[in-house]
């Protein structure tokens, strides 16, 4: 009843707003292509003194708000095309539609036109980085403008991304999530071609209509996609050399446009060497006896990905398109490494080396069917996907142990092997109405149905090293759905300043069984996630923007029941299926002048998940890294970034972040 109060005094508050109206319209080119960044100007009839004034986005699309009611004339110009001149008399109001510009009739001699966008642009909910204006990037590759985006952080050792310092972090692509698990994700983004990437969007605090799961927020990579009619393409390769070795990559883009039809293409490559040293160190003492551990991993992995992105869309008549989208990826990560050190008890040493090869090879085919209808002023859109995906994951140890004269005391070999198939079904539907021209609703919901089998064996050799606990295999599987349904508001208070309020419900049923039917875990529970967002146009080059957001952080599979991973003879890594879901409390303020950001987020997480923290078995010398359930985690992040030039022709692009985090 209190949200529906406030809800309710706002929209009486921006209703007494509706005495100005509105200005819409496209410009267009001769062949009705889109004009973008032409001026549109509305002048006094008079004396052609300015009104108001926008610029055309790329789609050739403009508004101009808050126009008095009154007789003007409008002035639409573009470098090459004439001056176009339109009066028009405002009462309500108006959308122009297609307003086309002809071409000068003047010739003008070695003239070259460049728009180029800004690097940062602060919209109402996240922070958008313009990939396509940092020449950085070029030939790198999807991950690779991750690992360079501000507050961004990619920890490719242990598979981690985080935003702000926070983990957790959802990918979408295109709008649409990517839900493999990370190291598969970070494996197909490491293979991505950053050509052909066009921004992205790094939103902290997510919007209702985005799923609450995440504590870290949502990266949103937008691929490069051609709006000109005809068919047009790209290619690019790369080739490089470093520590590690050899790196390949290639991407190839294809879009054709004619009449209601598109379709389009995106096919990336990847091969990558690198080279990676763990180590680890532990003491532990027990009645007055250390026991000493140290191992250093001296690993050679190799990943190689390919990825292909294909779809169609056609307008099915003026206002209701169909669209279909086909994923295919296959991602491999294969190893070679060597672990050597040593375990001492008081004075007795004893000398180890496992050798171990380890492939992990991720394969996913998905589906989407999408239909989007436009009304006379609201949108409705239907989405329905389907996605399988499949890892392999063998390992192979070869164990010696000597003493400390280096004299062979045993060996014994490990064969492990994990195979993961994971199907998804997806349902949304979204609803947005302009209630008036100052308030957008938004509403909608959506289905999550998951399942995957974990089918996981340990074969030992003879002489056996490892004295581990039972329950190394295991055939499990999981199910897990989630339904949920939001809505929101979006309130436009001034010419300058835009009000979002937002709230979400997710319910979340999760069986985790053994093969055998019986229950290991079973969950079911509900949660409202409300958002808010505040943004305000200081000056044509200074934003800010205030933001809030609750969010949940869920258990992965791989938390609760993952294959194991022996570091050495006494270090390995488990699950813990007494893990529950985090929920946090996210509080951010961030301000852009011209290419300068500055960003202040404050994150407050109770039962925070922790992973791979590090515990001991007691009475014995293990260590198990596990993930496990914190009492609270809070931080406190302040972040810069921005270009400085070291000369005219070099310039820098920096990013600080500093982090101050209590548990």
Known sequence: MKCLSILTILT???????????????????????????????????????VRGAISEDEGTFVIEQ????????????????????????????????????????QLADVTVTAKKPLYQLA??????????????????????????????????????SMAGRDGVVITINGRMARQPIEALLQMLDGMNADNVERIELISNPPARFEAGGNGGVINIVLVKRADDGTNGAFSATLGYGPGGDK??????????????????????????????????????????????????????????GDLRAGVDVSLGKNTTLGALLTASINEWNM?????????????????????????????????????????????????ERLHYRQSNPVDYQV?????????????????TKETPVNIWVSRVDFEDPITEHIKLKLGAKGIFSNLQNT???????????????????????????TAAYVSADFKLSTKTDLSLGLRYEYTDLELNNSDGSSILDLDYGNFFPTAFLSH???????????????????????????????????????????????????????????????????????????????????????????LNLDFQRSFTIMIGGPIKLADWCNLQVNLMGRQRSL
């Open 12 to 50: 009486l508050f921006c209703a007494q707003l509706t005495a100005q109206v509105s200005l819409t319209g496209k410009t267009v080119d001769e062949s009705d292509a889109p004009i973008a960044y032409a001026n549109v100007l509305l002048l006094q009839r008079t004396d052609s003194t300015l």
């Open 67 to 106: 126009c008095p009611v009154g007789s003007y004339l409008l002035k639409v110009s573009f470098l090459g095309y004439e001056d176009y001149y339109q009066s028009i008399t405002l009462e309500t109001s108006l959308d122009l539609g297609k307003l086309q510009l002809l071409a000068s009739s003047a």
């Open 124 to 161: 109402l909910d996240r922070l958008t980085i313009n990939v396509q204006a940092n020449i950085s990037t070029a030939g790198g590759t999807a991950l690779e403008v991750l690992e360079r985006s501000p507050g961004v952080i990619v920890d490719r050792a242990r598979n981690i991304l």
């Open 248 to 305: 390949q990559g290639a991407s190839f883009n294809i879009n054709h446009r004619k009449g209601a039809w598109n379709w389009f293409a995106n096919l990336s490559l990847n091969r990558n060497n690198q080279e990676q040293t763990f180590t680890n160190d532990r003491t532990v003492e027990e009645e007055s006896v250390p026991f000493v551990t140290r191992s250093v991993s001296e690993r050679d992995p190799v990943t190689a990905n």
């Open 336 to 384: 070679d490494a060597l672990n050597k050190g040593f375990i001492q008890e008081g004075t007795e040493r004893t000398n180890f080396s496992i050798a171990n090869q380890e492939l992990s090879r991720w394969r996913s085919l998905g589906g989407n069917l999408n239909l989007t209808h436009q009304f006379k002023r609201s949108t409705i859109t239907a989405d329905l």
């Open 400 to 416: 010696e142990e000597r003493n400390a004269n280096e004299q062979l005391l045993s060996t014994e070999a490990i064969n492990a």
């Open 456 to 482: 996981v064996t340990n074969n030992f050799g003879s002489n056996g090293l490892f004295q581990v606990e039972d329950g190394l295999n295991q055939d499990a599987t999981l199910d897990e759905n989630i």
């Open 537 to 627: 146009q200081f000056s044509e080059s200074f934003s800010g923007q205030l933001s809030y957001g609750r969010r949940i952080n869920r258990p992965t599979f791989g938390n609760l029941a993952p294959f194991v991973i022996f570091l050495d003879p006494t270090t390995y890594f488990f699950g813990n299926i007494a893990l529950q879901p985090s929920f946090g409390n996210n509080y951010k303020i961030d301000f852009i002048y011209r290419q300068y950001l500055l960003s202040f987020q404050y994150n407050d997480e109770h039962d925070a998940i922790s992973n791979f923290q590090p515990t001991l078995l007691p009475g014995t010398n293990q260590q198990v890294f596990t993930a």
